[in-house]
T-cell receptor, first 114, second 112 residues
């Protein structure tokens, strides 16, 4: 089956800890994205990558970091610098990352800070 | 002011009703318009997309774009309980890397 997987589905973190969210795709897509979804606010772009070893900040990158060492993988680290990290995190991918691509989403990871 | 505004609802209608979901936007450079459907605790899935003003139909769903008014709509005919979900509008410019701007999402419930 082709698709995007995210793990874990639920994640709990203590304040002051870094945590890494996994995103893997086997669609052979070049572009990958990370969004954050909060109630009543829609999706906001954290980081995106159009090609391996290259990525750009989105609208709310502060307190987050990413890497893109492999085409299939785009992990997101939520650092202790992110002041309000409790949210639903969605990873997406598209064929090339051009403006008319369709973005396909993973099932999401719900992060809760205790 | 947000670039894209969408009434978050919630919206509750009886089965069989016609549903109208709407978004307004402020950036006249947006040329590519999408509607995503998101079931509870799942990732969004693309429902429809359109580039131009006017209507586009797909089964029970119709997407409408009015660029002069900066207004887009999604109509659902003969609504079913399985249509109960959050509906997100999204849009982007046509040039360069894709950066989607999403509305807040409207939570829709279809009551049997």
């Amino acid at each position: 089956d082709g698709g995007i997987t995210q793990s874990p589905k639920y994640l709990f973190r203590k304040e002051g800890q870094n945590v890494t969210l996994s995103c893997e795709q086997n669609l052979n897509h070049d572009a990958m994205y990370w969004y954050r979804q909060d109630p009543g606010q829609g999706l906001r772009l954290i980081y995106y990558s159009q090609i391996v070893n290259d990525f750009q900040k989105g609208d709310i990158a502060e307190g987050y970091s990413v890497s893109r060492e492999k085409k299939e993988s785009f992990p997101l680290t939520v650092t202790s610098a992110q002041k309000n990290p409790t949210a639903f995190y969605l990873c997406a991918s598209s064929i090339q990352g051009v403006s008319t691509d369709t973005q396909y989403f993973g099932p999401g990871t719900r992060l809760t800070v205790l | 002011q947000k670039e894209v505004e969408q009434d978050p609802g919630p919206l509750s209608v009886p089965e069989g009703a016609i549903v109208s979901l709407n978004c307004t936007y402020s950036n006249s450079a947006f040329q590519y318009f999408m509607w995503y459907r998101q079931y509870s605790r799942k990732g969004p899935e693309l429902l429809m997309y359109t580039y131009s003003s006017g209507n586009k139909e797909d089964g029970r769903f119709t997407a409408q774009v009015d660029k002069s008014s900066k207004y887009i709509s999604l109509f659902i005919r003969d609504s079913q309980p399985s249509d109960s979900a959050t509906y997100l509008c999204a849009m982007s410019v046509i040039q360069g890397a894709q950066k989607l701007v999403f509305g807040q999402g409207t939570r829709l419930t279809i009551n049997p």
